[in-house]
């Protein structure tokens, strides 16, 4: 009996060593050219350089991606992928997938017929960088890029916590 305890045992360890090794070990930033980036777009970190970009628009680069230590290719500040196309804004509904959010976008519909508005929704899915801290709740501004994935077409810009003042939240009971 205790040496199938030590077999099933043996069989764990292997497996945890197994999963660690389906993950990509030894990430880095792809190769950039440091002379064309002379003034701006590299900061020196703990490894070295660090390439960031500036996307534009008004949005500003997170400091966490400045001064950050993560590696993510599909990341608007410091990936391979450019803001285009449309602005929109919605709320954090589901976080359960890795580095990507679904956004519900609520908004009204007039029914003629009836002179008046009924309520509708729609999703989509959008890349969150880990530079940003994202819970459900939260409203989030995304620009639209290049398709990521099948559904991904979206990425995160920035981040309005759900207690902050600036709308992030509905009304909530306050006591006197």
Do not use: W
């Not at 559904?151 to 902050?164: E, Q, W």
Request: overall charge positive; charged content about 25%; some cysteine.
């Amino acid at each position: 009996m205790r040496q199938s305890n030590e077999l099933a045992l043996d069989i764990d360890v292997d497996k945890a060593a197994y999963v660690s090794e389906t993950e990509r070990a030894f990430l880095k930033q792809p190769v950039f050219l440091s002379s064309k980036l002379s003034k701006k777009g590299k900061a020196p970190g703990k490894a070295g350089t660090r390439f960031f970009k500036n996307v534009g628009l008004g949005f500003k680069t997170p400091r966490e991606a400045i001064e950050g230590t993560y590696i993510d290719k599909k990341c608007p500040f410091t990936g391979n992928v450019s803001i285009r196309g449309r602005i929109l804004t919605g709320t954090v509904y589901c976080t359960k997938m890795t580095r990507t959010i679904t956004v519900r976008r609520d908004y009204l519909h007039f029914v003629p017929k009836y002179q008046r508005y009924e309520k509708r929704h729609s999703n989509l899915s959008a890349h969150v960088s880990p530079c940003f801290r994202v819970k459900e709740g939260d409203k989030v501004i995304v620009g639209q890029c290049r398709p990521l994935s099948k559904t991904v077409r979206f990425n995160v810009l920035k981040v309005i916590p759900a207690g902050s003042g600036d709308g992030g939240s509905k009304k909530s009971f306050a006591p006197i």
